[in-house]
């Protein structure tokens, strides 16, 4: 046998080697690594999944290089937040050759679906807003809140595309499921009242009201657990932030968000702007103040040199620093973080 | 009689007084049992009297604890009521309009690009005019671009692009012309996505470039010599693979069929069948770098009369270094181009070479600098006539959305006089925009 025959056999056993290493697995490709987190919670050992953006870089500007158009094209789920974030996604998807997984077809999964959406222009919806996203704010995997009906909109993608592992991918979905609301209220809360009420006063608003009220002689706030008791002093605390990321992580943990470092979304920090924002600071005590850490340092450790507020740098999404391997550890290190910050 | 008359009366006397005295006992205990019968009396008296009151306290707080409930209960259902709608009654007050007028909804992308910059310039109005100058040496402000974008997909297997410009002063006032026009069927057999219309050509990396997005205000000389001032574009069709991984992390192939040429290296006339051919070679270094590597080939009549051909052939090279959690703040781009073409004639072949070279460093979310070299032997001329220039430039970018540049070329002609020449140019968008540079 000659040689380039010789390299041709080899060549396709290697190919058919790697699919069937991969056989009986799904490949799920998802824009950001934080819903990759979440099928892996549900997917399990069925799944394998991988990820376009990275932990540490804005979600907004995604070079779309033709190496991640070659994941895609491998791609059996393809899950995106479906708003206008990653308008990156859709030149990939066309250069994919993956018809599988184009909009509306059966590998195509958006995660909005279920959340309601903060911070919808209403009527000034022109770019004198700035990089305005059209539908709403679209950083909802901020709340831990969102992750239910992302983990839902996942569900019903991994059951269309395998339909055979439907019951598993339900029972871990549910087990997720149930792992956010104790992780988010604690046991004791979770058993008494249920995650899902909890989480409808959440989003109400209000939940805070909720936990003063007296149950058997002792108010409902002593049963409290989880993140929501360790972020209890975040509770009506006032921050500035850089960018409008943090919108529905501030509403479950009932921080407001004062002002934004960004005059408007996407516009760089002018030194007006700036003056405009140390002078807030001052006058109302804001003491901390949230920033992605793909932003810029420079400004605001200006800022926080002229005003003592303390900036935190904080990973975004999932893998943005070692330490954040999972959402759960994400809320973990932002919630320590923040309220850290806050108690100092 | 005495003593017994006595004794009598002593025991008519204790008697007597026994039974007085008894007597008194006995109104005693009926007293006392009276007494005592009063005191029990009262204290169930007050007993019940306590009791009838508790009694009714407890019905008085169950009735409000009842009144209560029903109070919450109306509340509740007052809450739901008015999250339920309730349904219309049809009526003949009842109004009717149709959506088929109003489907603005459907409409596609739309959105515009003005590119406008004004220019001074050392050389002579009458000494440089050739096919292919960018700027004429006058000193004035062009609006050389006001450019609609229109893009939508057709249906689940297409898209849609029309790009209408309105190409400012020069040859063509004010007039509409079509950069370009195609649809695109997208996750084709064999990895193909195929185009047809009209498109500028995937020759090498910048040809396909609008105006408005060069790296610099102008192209590089080698191009506009090459095709003069506009794209290499042609009406036909194009298909683009994504061919399995070859030596590559990523490999590309375009193969084009278009006819109609830019009138320079091939004939305009709409029958001139010109082929064109671009293999992408796509490397990832690091998460923050890659190297890109393109062969390009061109061939076609440059005179279809005489039968007389080009062939045309480039080399791309492109480094980009994007630091992921930085890439608002420093990114560099290097960008290489270098073409040979052998032009058939009727007195032999002429073969020319040419290139352009940037380096463009993003130095804050707003600036970046760069600079360009390039280098282009006159592709059509038989004496040996050539060109470089060095073109330092500024851009700053306002926002996403507008920028500006200061540029700054000294080119220098073997077949004419040099020039300097300053630019400031303008470049803004309005409407979506997708993100497809990387």
């Not at chain 1, 549900?42 to 799944?47: A, E, K, M, N």
């Not at chain 1, 009242?193 to 009220?213: C, H, S, W």
């Not at chain 2, 352009?356 to 600079?371: A, Q, V």
């Amino acid at each position: 046998m000659n040689k380039s025959k010789l390299i041709f056999v080899l060549a396709v056993v290697f190919t058919f080697t790697m699919i069937s290493a991969q056989e009986g697995k799904l490949y799920v490709v998802t824009t950001f690594s934080d819903y990759a987190s979440i099928v892996k919670e549900i997917g399990g050992d069925y799944v394998t999944v991988d990820h376009l953006s990275h932990g540490d870089q804005d979600p907004h500007f995604v070079p779309p290089k033709p190496s991640l158009a070659i994941k895609l094209k491998k791609a059996d789920l393809f899950i995106t937040t479906g708003l206008d974030l990653e308008l990156w996604a859709t030149t990939l998807l066309d250069k994919a050759r993956n018809k599988k997984i184009m909009d509306g077809a059966i590998g195509y999964v958006t995660v909005y679906p279920g959340i309601e959406l903060l911070q919808k222009p209403t009527t000034a919806l022109s770019r004198t807003e700035g990089d305005i996203h059209v539908y709403g704010n679209p950083h909802i995997h901020t709340s831990p809140r969102n992750w239910i009906p992302i983990s839902e909109n996942i569900l019903i993608g991994l059951k269309k595309v395998d339909p055979d592992h439907a019951s598993y991918y339900e029972e871990r979905q549910k087990r997720f499921v149930d792992r956010v609301y104790r992780a988010m209220f604690g046991d004791e809360l979770v058993d008494l009242i249920g995650g899902q009420q909890l989480m409808d006063l959440v989003k109400a608003g209000t939940f805070f009201d909720f936990i003063e009220r007296e149950f058997r002689g002792e108010k409902l706030v002593k049963r409290l657990g989880g993140w929501m008791k360790k972020a209890m002093p975040l509770h009506g605390k006032e921050v500035i932030a850089y960018h409008k990321n943090w919108a529905y992580f501030a509403h479950d943990f009932g921080m407001k968000v004062l002002g934004y470092i960004e005059p408007k979304p996407g516009i760089p920090p002018t030194p007006k702007h700036v003056e405009k924002m140390i002078k807030l600071i001052k006058d109302s005590g804001i003491d901390v103040m949230l920033v992605a850490d793909y932003f810029e340092k420079r400004k605001p450790t200006t800022i926080a040199q002229k005003t003592g507020i303390m900036a935190l740098f904080l990973p975004l999404s999932v893998g943005g620093n070692p330490e954040v391997s999972d959402n759960f550890k994400l809320m973990d290190y932002w919630i320590d973080h923040i309220v850290e910050a806050v108690s100092e | 009689m005495r003593w017994i008359t006595l004794f009598a009366g002593c025991m008519f006397m204790l008697s007597l007084s026994t039974g007085v005295a008894a007597q008194k006992k006995k109104d005693s205990d009926i007293k006392k049992a009276l007494s005592e019968l009063d005191s029990l009396r009262n204290c169930y008296l007050k007993k019940l009297k306590d009791l009838d009151s508790r009694i009714s306290a407890i019905e008085k707080a169950r009735k409000e604890e009842k009144e209560k409930a029903e109070m919450e209960a109306l509340l509740n259902a007052a809450s739901d009521l008015s999250r339920t709608k309730k349904k219309e009654e049809a009526t003949i007050s009842r109004v009717f309009r149709g959506g088929q007028r109003q489907l603005q909804a459907l409409n596609p992308n739309i959105s515009m690009t003005g590119d406008f910059f004004g220019s001074v310039s050392s050389g002579k109005s009458d000494v440089i005019v050739n096919d292919g100058d960018f700027t004429d040496g006058r000193n004035m402000f062009y609006m050389r671009e006001a450019e609609f974008h229109i893009i939508a997909p057709l249906d689940p297997f297409t898209r849609g692009k029309f790009f209408l410009g309105i190409p400012g002063v020069g040859e063509y006032p004010l007039s509409f012309m079509i950069g370009e026009a195609y649809m695109e069927w997208l996750n084709l057999p064999a990895n193909m996505n195929l185009k047809i219309g009209l498109f500028n050509t995937q020759f090498g990396i910048l040809n396909r470039w609008h105006d408005h997005g060069l790296p610099q205000v102008d192209r590089p000389r080698v191009l506009t010599n090459l095709f003069s001032k506009n794209n290499f574009a042609g009406i036909g069709v194009g298909a683009n693979f994504l061919l399995p991984r070859l030596w590559a992390h990523v490999n590309e192939l375009d193969i084009e069929i278009v006819t109609g040429g830019d009138g320079v290296s091939f004939d305009d006339a709409n029958d001139n069948v010109i082929f064109v051919t671009h293999l992408k070679n796509y490397y990832d270094l690091s998460r923050d770098a890659y190297i890109e590597i393109g062969f390009s080939g061109a061939n076609g009549y440059n005179d279809k009369k005489a039968g007389y051909r080009t062939t045309l052939v480039g080399l791309d090279i492109t480094y980009k270094w994007a630091p992921v959690d930085r890439a608002h703040y420093r990114t560099v781009e290097f960008r290489n181009e270098f073409f040979y073409s052998h032009r058939n004639r009727k007195d032999g072949a002429i073969d020319r070479f040419g290139f352009y070279s940037y380096i463009s460093n993003k130095l804050g979310r707003r600036f970046w600098i760069g600079i360009r070299a390039g280098y282009s032997e006159l592709p059509t001329v038989v004496n040996k006539e050539y060109e470089w220039d060095i073109t330092p430039y500024v851009d700053f970018w306002q926002s996403e959305f507008v920028m500006m540049r200061f540029q700054y070329s000294y080119t220098y002609r073997s077949y004419e006089e040099n020039d300097h020449t300053f630019f400031i140019q303008t470049v803004w968008s309005m409407g979506p925009h997708k993100h497809e540079a990387y």
